[in-house]
């Protein structure tokens, strides 16, 4: 287990030493195009974050007609913003609940900022941090997408065909990785995905 936590450790070193050599923030950070699939998915993640239209920010830009800025996600009459809804929101907060047993990986309920450093910030496994990235990031994806038919269309999704939706998602992308070497390194959490 020693070794495992060192080696982890070193690769927080790593990408320090290698991603992150000119710039310290993550926020400020540009990937380079040599880096791994799991550090462009991250950055990606947090560049498309900073330009979502919550109703709170259509607001505060003049949208006009933005009526109702409460989420339409829950029954908590609180304003839509990125800390709630990704964060606070009890409709997401029951997808991730769900998520998180099924997987046996926590997915905290933080903003997407300290989610994702909490995942960088895990000493487990390159493939568990991976997975847990991509769990967040298929989150955030179908409860903007539920959010959206939601406003736009007027429709209503249930947390069990999001969540079931994104179990298929996760179980396709491993399925492409179970050769792998890391893979093979994780293989009680391979067959629980798997199942």
């Known amino acids: 287990m020693a ?7 070193s690769w927080v070193k790593w990408v320090h030493e290698i991603y992150m050599k000119t710039c310290r923030n993550i926020w ?21 974050m900073n330009k979502l239209l919550t109703k709170e ?4 830009l003049q949208f006009p ?14 304003p839509e913003n990125q800390q709630h809804l990704f964060g606070e929101c009890n409709w997401i907060g029951e997808v991730r609940g769900s998520l998180s047993r099924w997987a046996g ?17 895990r000493q487990w496994r390159q493939f568990r941090k991976e997975l847990a990235a991509a769990l967040y990031g298929a989150l955030i994806y179908y ?12 429709l209503n999704v249930d ?9 298929k998602e996760i179980r396709e992308r491993v399925s492409l990785f179970i050769g792998s ?4 390194r994780c293989q009680v959490l391979i067959q629980r995905i798997s199942n």
Not at 28 to 48: A, F, I, R, T, V
Request: proline content about 5%; charged content about 30%; overall charge positive.
């Open 57 to 60: 920010r259509m607001m505060r």
């Open 28 to 48: 400020d950070h540009c990937p380079p195009q040599d880096s791994s699939w799991y550090w462009k998915k991250l950055n990606g993640l947090k560049e498309k």
């Open 159 to 167: 947390t069990r065909f999001i969540t079931t939706q994104i179990q």
């Open 105 to 121: 990986i926590p997915i905290p309920a933080k903003n997407v900022e300290d989610c994702m450093r909490w995942i960088k910030n």
């Open 181 to 184: 070497r890391k893979a093979r």
């Open 65 to 78: 007609d933005v009526g109702d800025i409460d989420c339409c996600l829950c029954a908590l009459a609180t």
């Open 3 to 9: 070794l495992a936590t060192k080696k982890d450790m």
């Open 143 to 154: 409860a903007w997408q539920a959010r959206n038919w939601r406003v736009y269309r007027g």
